[in-house]
């Protein structure tokens, strides 16, 4: 073997790894067996992957752990710190797929926090120079093993197994570190959400006067307001918002500290009752530790039900941008009542044309949430016994939809809906126009008039304000006074004098 390989050893016996690679054995096992989405683990997971790797470090450290090897400590601690502050994310290579419930993935972390705690000991021992001496000239002891390698690979000193994995499992800190980082996107998430509830009551205030026709079922049904449209979607919006703040509630209990199945197994009592205590603090987020370790480690029921609320929000989304295609359809042969901004040429071949790009893209995104969340649900079903085995792909998943939606949130508003422009003089053309005219016009005419209106209109080609007009059962005040948004707009009907309606 050449000087650019290292050999390893595991169970299945040896391997070559790459010599400077801070990764090792397993996760060279990992790359070879999982080809599969040719992408690696979310930045977001290896980053909460930092944060639990130190909760466990200082946890351990605290009950006596490397208490004779103060440089060890520190080393492994610092670089927990690194790959928290996304430092380290670049070597945590595997795929984001893999079979073992996520044991490559905890491996991959392992080794490298291993060999980069021997990289920060070797660059302080050559790096200490003559302050490595004390005032007899004799080298200064940092600890009984300062002679033992500090180099890639010198895992008799600093073991990926028995010391960063210190009474720790895949099954307790994968999970703990998925809960993690969804409640880290959920975060980033809210605030767009937020951003784009605001730009909708926004365009309700801006849009408050503008009538125009409401439609079901695609047909002409009564008059509303562009505003009291808006109003809808931020309203529906909002409602978002607040499932998605109270989805942190159900993240926050964490299994960590029951190590292979909830049992606890090989870890002391005093470091599960304490573990949990240290990620509170170290994550800033109120994690508290399931009170069955065993039900939280086999059963991520959880996970389904965060999803179905991101899925939620997917709907919304996906309702809205098909609203604002339709809306802004046309524009001449359509509905043509918004413009959206203009934010490419539409066409390769039909010029002047400009398509809806943007609720396009997210509807697309909130699709694929859509499908994210049919996975979720038929991963975390397929679990069985003491563990769920599918946890990468629910991790996978679940913070792909996370991305999804906050990048779709931010694109809707600053591309699509901070810039919707209402076509005020299309909007009152559709209204002297459309039958849902006549419905506002029920309390002044009652039902077999205003059908009357709508029949002659039709034949006549004449708008519903040329016709009562013209039959002199409304003058041109009294219509407008009915269509006006303050009429369109009100709970009932006032009691309207001096209209076409006979008295008794």
């Known amino acids: 073997m050449n000087n650019a390989f290292r050999i390893e050893r595991d169970l299945l016996g040896e391997l070559p790894v790459p010599a400077e690679a801070l990764h090792g054995i397993h996760t060279q096992r990992a790359l070879g067996n999982f080809p599969l989405t040719r992408r690696s683990v979310h930045p977001e997971l290896v980053r909460a992957f930092g944060e639990v790797k130190l909760a466990c470090a200082r946890t351990n450290r605290a009950l006596g752990a490397w208490a004779n090897d103060r440089l060890k400590a520190d080393a492994i601690d610092r670089a927990c710190r690194e790959l928290a502050n996304d430092d380290l994310g670049g070597f945590i290579i595997v795929d984001a797929l893999q079979g073992g419930a996520g044991t490559s993935t905890n491996m991959n972390v392992n080794e490298v926090l291993a060999n980069r705690a021997l990289e920060i000991i070797s660059e302080i021992r050559s790096s200490r120079g003559d302050e490595a001496h004390d005032e007899s000239g004799k080298r200064k002891a940092e600890s009984e093993n300062e002679s033992e390698p500090s180099h890639v690979g010198g895992y008799e000193y600093i073991s990926p197994l028995d010391d960063l994995n210190l009474h720790q499992s895949t099954n307790d800190t994968y999970p703990t570190a998925l809960r993690l980082a969804a409640i880290r996107l959920l975060h980033e998430l809210e605030k767009k959400v937020v951003a784009l509830q605001e730009s909708f009551q926004a365009a309700e205030k801006k849009f408050a006067h503008v009538v125009k026709v409401g439609r079901t079922q695609f047909q002409d049904a009564v008059l509303t307001t562009l505003g009291r449209e808006m109003s809808a979607y931020a309203e529906a919006i909002n409602r978002d918002r ?198 506002a016009l029920l309390p002044a005419l009652g039902y077999d008039r205003a059908g009357e209106v709508a029949k002659l209109a039709r034949a006549n080609r004449l708008s519903i304000r040329e016709t009562v007009i013209a039959k002199g059962w409304l003058t041109g005040e009294q219509f407008d006074e009915l269509i006006s948004p303050e009429a369109v707009c009100r709970l009932g009907t006032p009691d309207i004098s001096g209209c076409g309606k006979e008295k008794p």
């Open 242 to 439: 607040w499932r998605i703040y109270k989805c942190e509630e159900r993240l926050r209990v964490v299994n960590l500290g029951g190590t292979a199945i909830g049992t606890g197994l090989a870890a002391p009592r005093q470091y599960i009752f304490q573990v949990v205590d240290q990620l509170r603090e170290i994550s800033g987020i109120g994690f508290a530790r399931a009170e069955n370790l065993v039900d939280a480690t086999q059963n991520v029921d959880v996970f389904v039900e965060v999803s179905g609320i991101l899925k939620a929000h997917a709907v919304s989304l996906l309702k809205i941008c098909g609203d604002l295609r339709l809306l802004s359809s046309g524009p001449e042969a359509g509905f043509g009542e918004i413009r959206l901004p203009a934010r490419q040429a539409g066409s390769s071949i039909m010029p002047g044309k400009v398509n809806p790009v943007i609720p396009e893209a997210v509807s697309q995104a909130a699709m694929r949430v859509i499908g994210h969340d049919a996975t979720i649900t038929m991963a975390c079903a397929a679990g069985s016994l003491e563990l769920n085995a599918f946890l990468p792909l629910i991790a996978d998943s679940l913070l792909d939809s996370l991305d999804l939606l906050t990048r779709a949130n931010d694109i809707l508003r600053r591309h699509c809906v901070d810039g919707i422009e209402a076509d005020e003089a299309r909007c009152h053309e559709l209204v002297e126009n459309s039958t849902a005219a006549v419905t």
